[in-house]
């Protein structure tokens, strides 16, 4: 019993401190803040590699089944995209956007196609695998629009090209895309890349609940606002 609630300690320390500081922070941050010995941490997760992995598999698989409730659940393309971005900001995603599925840095040419995880040439749609890292929420909101490309990064240890997880994640997100875009509510050039940045951006974190919520909340609306087509 005490091995399990040391275990889901772990896992929740990790998620708010990876959250907080993004992948790259030492294990010794997350031991502390599950109030455990850093070897307690390294007997259940041998590497932080395995950690980040364990965390980052888990996220994906929250964010596909909140994409999949959207398509599931609502008959409007574009209330179905709203709905899965509202409920994964508000899940805190945007903290733990596995590092497979999105890496930011600034180009002076603007975006750019990423490479699919065969390494071939694919849609901006799609992402390659990534550095086992998340880039902090103030690196995110602090790039202009024109100087953001998502770049395709060599596969980490504990983030493999092929990860199945981030292959479903993408596509479902993909299928919000293509209906909204084909009903004539999104902008023609948003891709599922820019949809996962939203996500990201409006995220922030604040030391304030109430006030991160908020902060949400209002960047999430305008972001909403961007994405929405306008009439010729």
């Known amino acids: 019993m005490d091995a399990q609630r040391n275990l889901e300690h772990v896992l929740r320390a990790a998620r708010e401190v990876f959250g907080e500081l993004g992948y790259g922070a030492p294990m010794e941050d997350v031991a502390r803040r599950a109030r455990v010995g850093v070897g307690t941490v390294y007997r259940r997760f041998p590497s932080k590699d395995v950690l980040v992995r364990r965390i980052a598999e888990e996220e994906t698989s ?50 750019e196609a990423t490479t699919g995880a065969t390494g071939a040439a694919s849609p901006a749609g799609t992402v390659g695998s990534a550095e086992a890292r998340v880039p902090q929420q103030r690196q995110v909101t602090s790039l202009s629009a024109p100087d953001l490309r998502l770049v395709e990064q060599r596969p980490t240890p504990a983030v493999e090209s092929d990860d199945a997880g981030a292959a479903a994640l993408l596509e479902v997100v993909g299928r919000l895309v293509e209906r909204a875009r084909a009903a004539g509510e999104l902008r023609a050039d948003v891709t599922v890349s820019d949809v996962l940045l939203v996500i990201a951006t409006a995220a922030p974190s604040l030391p304030d609940a109430a006030q991160q919520a908020a902060a949400s909340s209002r960047l999430l609306d305008i972001l909403l606002e961007g994405l929405r087509s306008r009439p010729a």
Do not use: I
């Open 62 to 111: 929250r964010l596909t089944e909140q994409a999949r409730a959207a398509l599931g659940q609502e008959d409007e393309p574009w209330s179905a995209l709203s709905r899965f971005l509202r409920t994964s900001v508000a899940s805190g995603a945007g903290r733990l956007l596995p590092p497979q599925v999105l890496r930011v840095q600034t180009d002076a040419e603007g975006v």
